[in-house]
């Protein structure tokens, strides 16, 4: 566990390093899954990349109609932005359970994205977000669908060269709302043993869903977006009934494990119970915008 | 209250150790650093049981930087124990778990060694294995084969897998149980806890030109790793001397020796100084838990609720060896049979092998697992029988000059009372103020254990007092307690009484940090020593003052006769040039109280000295979908004999419960096929703070003969409670009992699936 530790100025900087020392070189931003992991002996890279102090990554933008995360901005960022209290408020609940204060001070949002742990707790609410990822690499920029980047556990479709410069998504129409549930044995610095992000739209003069975007994590090798759930849901009254059918597609469309935080059984059933849950929080923020 | 006529005992003075913990000055041992130490690892086992055909640690001497690797081969061939002596500082031609300790190593550094440690080569042969103690009951398979040749403390009763069993028989349960109104029988499981202490195990060694090693550590017992050290070393215990910088928490898991031996084999391997640490997977695989156990429950009642008869077995799995197993599982017996006057009792522990990791002595051993069972069946029969829970409970209890399951008298009692407190201020007449919100109660009685302890306290030429002990402070204040009783009876002020670090070679033996003691016994010794030193004051006094001694006393920092007086530093001063000083030895040794031998057998502690009583309540609500507990009270009542520093009874409280909180709902060392599968902090789950509520302390104060102003002893009972009082309330919000700990939003899930269908 030894490594040489790179500070460079730029974007441009930090892809030419990591070119110059691939393959045994990795980026670290905050460090709070890396180093663990290294320490852990899962990882050992020879050189880490400190992208932690790049300039213009860690801002959050408000554009009129949509946001951009900058992807360094930390937990402690979204959970005090104000922007986030309205309807994005699955940002804010996401980010206020990650870990302790420590952790959330200090960790990043990008790196949750590509470290794709299937229960990564900010990844289900920007997949419910329908968030896209800029991402800088030695050829240039590109963008790809959050849903898209995300291919398994722990992977992901970044070359090891490339950055994710910042994540974005537009604004949500009247008459929505999100929410997010995490599950797990503690109420703080605990792993997901299953997180559920909900978004949801109602048709502008009547109670029925207009759209509907569902997140699921940690039931599943990825976290994954229940469209069948998401489907049934279109066109019909938002309610316990259509909601509790909602969690129960969504339950039979995660595949679970079992392992030493709950077996796959409990597991299908909180994704029912959470769904139903997660989707009547947002039905009464809506109702409360109305009021 | 007593506080009025003390003036520094039973105050909420500020811990004499407080200002160096906060502000990070204190020296823990894992802060030790000596020049040009060397850093020590251990290889452990990847085989839960398997002959060792070979080990080669060739390549591992040739990697620069590595200075010295032990195995078995190189060290004197020597069992050590508590009640059996059958461990071996490394295992010897077989491994007996998945974490034995094979081989150490000593390298420049951490880094070097780890190397040196995946450079061994080890050729197992695989035995069949046992993991289940009830199979390893039945099974031919011998964890130990050789058993039969350990020496072990006579009291204890072994027999091939078995290593210790102890019984309590009082009256005839049988008859009682043919003729009862009903009779119930239940099966409780607990699981394996760590003891959870923020400092891991630590120690560094050195051997001086004298041959005389030194281990800075983190032990709560100095005497006792003095004594197993000089064993393992085949050394006099006087030249192995035992130092304590600091210990970051030990809650049990630091009595019996750690990683000292290492250290010290290494140092003497390498004649170098040598420091070992454990990792957080060590902890959680080679450390010394809570024992898991299972608990099996018969009792018999009349119409009315009243205990006629209990029977039990209580089967504590020791792992792969003995360790304190045989003393926690007898222990149980005295639990189960909990403050309750009960006809008959037929109780019996088997302390079991298996191919595990080996376990301690976790705060009140023994105490949360078989109160959980005895707790949780009063109230399913209170349930059946129709009884309010408090009110069977109230039936049942012990009064003042009851006897206890061992044939002793119960003095100082206070079990009605704390019960009475701890159900009313939990608000016990709505026991279910809103579907899924339920209330649990359980209490329970611990006892102080004894031992002895001296101190020397010597009085300084400005007027303050240093008093040395041979016992740690473990965070809890115990010293500062013992400092106040010895401050109130010199009429000093707490902060003239300065407390050195523990050191073997010049401190005065103690029994050690452990069983409740600290405070008690230590303060006990305070007593004495300053009962002699003022002797030895007013004898100065009568000269220098020309007074009698019959009409002296202290006050305010002075001898005082009549309109006559003199500071105790002016006597310490005369006394310095005239007679060396001012300086006491106190001892105190609290004797076991009488008891009937004829209803005890094979039981390490056959009777308890100076038990306590206390009640816990909860109030709790259960997420109806996902199992999920939230605590939203918690009542403690408990009674201390006397508070010295009521402040850190309620640390002592809240600590213990929070434990008692993750042994209830969330801790757990999970094995699978003889591997944790749990071994870091990350899957193991132990609560934060966001998980425990604030915990209301109520203070009962029923004097007891023995401890320093009717102190009784207070550490370990708050952990005894939770996961009985918690399981009531779970049952009472949703009708079940989980009986098996954790009891996780799974298990309670399930249970209430079961219910439903
Ligand atoms: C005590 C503790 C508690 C935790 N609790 C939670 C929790 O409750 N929920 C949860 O989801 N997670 C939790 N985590 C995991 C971790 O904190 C999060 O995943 C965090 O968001 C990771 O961010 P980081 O900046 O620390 O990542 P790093 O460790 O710095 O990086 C993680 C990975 O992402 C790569 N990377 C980072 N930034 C970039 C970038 N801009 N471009 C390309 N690659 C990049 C790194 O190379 C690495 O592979 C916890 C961790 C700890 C230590």
């Known amino acids: 566990m030894s ?10 900087e930090a892809v030419d390093l990591a070119q110059r020392f691939a393959p045994t070189a990795r980026y670290v931003a905050g460090g709070t899954d890396t180093v663990i992991q290294i320490n852990r002996k899962k990882i050992d890279p020879a050189h880490l990349i400190d992208v932690a102090c790049l300039p213009g990554m860690s801002e959050i933008t408000e554009t009129a109609d949509a946001f951009a995360l900058g992807a360094l901005t930390k937990y402690r960022s979204i959970e005090t932005h104000p922007a986030f209290r309205g309807n994005l408020r699955v940002l804010l609940e996401a980010a206020s359970v990650v870990g302790g204060h420590q952790v959330r001070n200090i960790a990043t ?11 990564a707790d900010f990844v289900p609410p920007l997949l419910a977000l329908d968030a896209s990822l800029d991402i800088t690499g030695p050829k240039g920029r590109r963008s790809v669908a959050l849903r898209d980047f995300i291919v398994g556990p722990g992977r992901t479709n970044l070359s090891p060269v490339e950055i994710v410069t910042s994540i974005r998504f537009t604004k949500l129409p009247a008459r929505s709302a999100t929410a997010f549930l995490k599950e797990g044995r503690r109420r703080a610095m605990e792993i997901s043993v299953v997180c559920v992000a909900a978004c949801l739209t109602l048709e502008a003069s009547t109670s029925r869903c207009a759209c509907v975007r569902l997140a699921i994590g940690a039931a599943s090798p990825k976290a994954f977006r229940p469209e069948q759930a998401e489907g049934y849901l279109i066109g019909k009254p938002a309610g316990n009934e259509s909601f509790a059918e909602a969690g129960r597609l969504a339950a039979e469309a995660s595949s679970p494990i079992s392992d030493v935080r709950a077996s796959a059984g409990y597991r299908r059933g909180l994704v029912a119970v959470m769904v139903e849950r997660a989707l009547t929080t947002c039905l009464q923020r809506i109702r409360e915008q109305n009021q | 209250m007593s506080a009025h006529t003390h003036r520094v005992a039973g105050h909420r003075l500020p811990r004499r150790d407080g200002v160096g913990k906060v502000t990070g000055k204190h020296v823990y041992a894992a802060d030790f ?43 004197p061939q020597i069992r050590y124990g508590t009640a059996v002596r059958d461990t071996t500082v490394f295992a010897t031609d077989r491994a007996l778990f998945i974490g034995h300790a094979i081989a150490a190593v000593a390298a420049t550094s951490l880094e070097i060694a780890e190397r040196a440690l995946a450079a061994i080569e080890v050729e197992y042969e695989d035995l069949p294995p046992l993991f289940d103690p009830e199979e390893a009951l039945k099974s031919d398979i011998r964890i130990h084969p050789d058993w039969e040749t350990y020496k072990a403390l006579p009291i204890i009763s072994r027999n091939r897998n078995i290593a210790g069993q102890a019984r309590i028989r009082v009256g005839d349960a049988e008859a009682a149980f043919a003729k009862a109104h009903k009779v119930y029988e239940h099966r409780f499981s607990t699981a394996l806890q760590h003891p959870g202490y923020t400092e891991p195990r630590v120690a560094t060694a050195d051997w001086d030109a004298n041959g005389i090693v030194t281990v800075w550590c983190n032990t709560q017992l100095p005497f006792d790793t003095q004594t197993t050290l000089a064993e393992i070393l085949d050394l006099p215990a006087a030249r192995v001397r035992v130092t304590v ?11 019996r020796i750690g990683v000292e031996h290492f250290a010290a084999l290494l140092a003497r391997k390498t004649a170098r100084p040598v420091k070992v640490m454990s990792t957080s997977e060590e902890e959680l695989t080679a450390a010394l838990p809570r024992q898991a156990s299972i608990v099996l429950l018969k009792t018999a009642v009349d119409k009315e609720g009243h205990l006629l008869a209990r029977s039990g077995r209580i089967i504590v799995d020791c792992g792969a060896y003995a360790g304190s ?13 909990g403050p309750y006057k009960t006809g008959a009792l037929a109780f019996e522990s088997v302390a079991v092998y298996t191919n595990k990791v080996h376990s301690g002595s976790f705060r009140a051993p023994a105490g949360p697992m078989a109160n959980f069972a005895m707790e949780c069946q009063i109230d399913m029969i209170a349930k059946d029988l129709g009884l309010d829970p408090l009110e069977m409970r109230l039936r049942n209890v012990v009064k003042e000059g009851d006897p206890g399951p061992s044939g002793e008298i119960h003095r100082s009692v206070s079990i009605e009372e704390c019960l009475r407190k701890a159900a009313d201020a939990i608000g016990w007449h709505d026991r279910n103020p809103e579907p899924g919100r ?26 303050s007092a240093t008093l040395v002990s041979g016992a740690v402070e473990i965070g809890t204040g115990a010293i500062t307690g013992a400092a106040q009783i010895l401050a109130e009876e010199l009429s000093l002020d707490l ?32 007593l004495a020593a300053a009962a002699e030193l003022r002797r030895q004051m007013f004898e100065l006094a009568a000269e220098q003052l020309e007074a009698p001694i019959e009409d002296m006393k202290l006050q305010d920092k002075h001898v005082v006769a009549g309109n006559k007086s003199i500071s105790i530093a002016e006597l310490a001063r005369i006394s310095r040039l005239a007679g060396g000083g001012l300086i006491a030895h106190g001892t105190a040794i609290s004797p076991a109280p009488a008891y009937d031998p004829t209803r005890v057998q094979n039981h390490p502690l056959p009777v308890w000295n100076t038990p306590s009583y206390h009640a816990h309540a909860v109030d709790l609500s259960v997420d109806q979908a996902t199992g999920k507990v939230t605590i939203n009270r918690y009542v403690v009542a408990q009674d201390v004999g006397y508070a010295i520093n009521p402040t850190y009874i309620e640390g002592q409280i809240e600590g213990g419960v929070a434990q008692g909180i993750g042994q209830a709902l969330s801790e757990e060392i999970v094995y699978q096929d003889g591997r944790v599968m749990n071994a870091n902090l990350t899957d193991y789950k132990m609560p934060t703070a966001m998980d425990v509520p604030e915990i209301e302390s109520i203070i009962v104060e029923c004097r007891s003969a023995a401890g320093p102003y009717g102190a009784k002893g207070v550490g370990e009972p708050p952990c005894i409670e939770p996961p009985a009082a918690i399981g009531n309330a779970i049952a009472a919000a949703t009708g079940c009992w989980p009986n098996s700990l954790p009891m996780t939003a799974e298990k309670i899930a399930a249970a209430m699936q079961v219910q439903h269908s």
Request: aromatic letters at 6%; one cysteine or more.
């Open chain 2, 495 to 526: 902060t003239d009484v300065n407390v050195t670090g523990v050191d073997t070679q010049a401190a005065p033996f103690d029994y050690g940090a452990q069983g409740s003691r600290t405070t008690f016994s230590v303060g006990n010794a305070c």
């Open chain 2, 245 to 255: 910088p600091g210990i970051g928490g030990g809650f049990g898991g630091k009595l």
């Open chain 2, 325 to 337: 197993g045989p003393g926690t599982a007898a222990i149980a017996l005295q639990v189960m049979a």
């Open chain 1, 109 to 119: 949002i990008g790196g949750n994205i590509v470290n794709a742990s299937p229960a």
């Open chain 1, 3 to 12: 490594f040489d530790l790179h500070r460079p100025a730029t974007v441009t």
């Open chain 2, 438 to 463: 339920g209330k649990g109660i359980a209490c329970s009685w611990w006892m102080t254990t004894g031992g002895s302890s001296g101190v020397y306290v010597k009085i300084n030429p400005d007027g």
């Open chain 2, 33 to 75: 650093k000596l020049s040009g130490m060397l850093y020590g690892r251990v290889l452990r086992s990847t085989r839960a049981h398997a002959l060792i055909k070979k080990i080669d640690t060739s390549r591992a001497a040739a990697i620069a930087g590595v200075r010295g690797i032990i195995t078995s081969a190189d060290i």
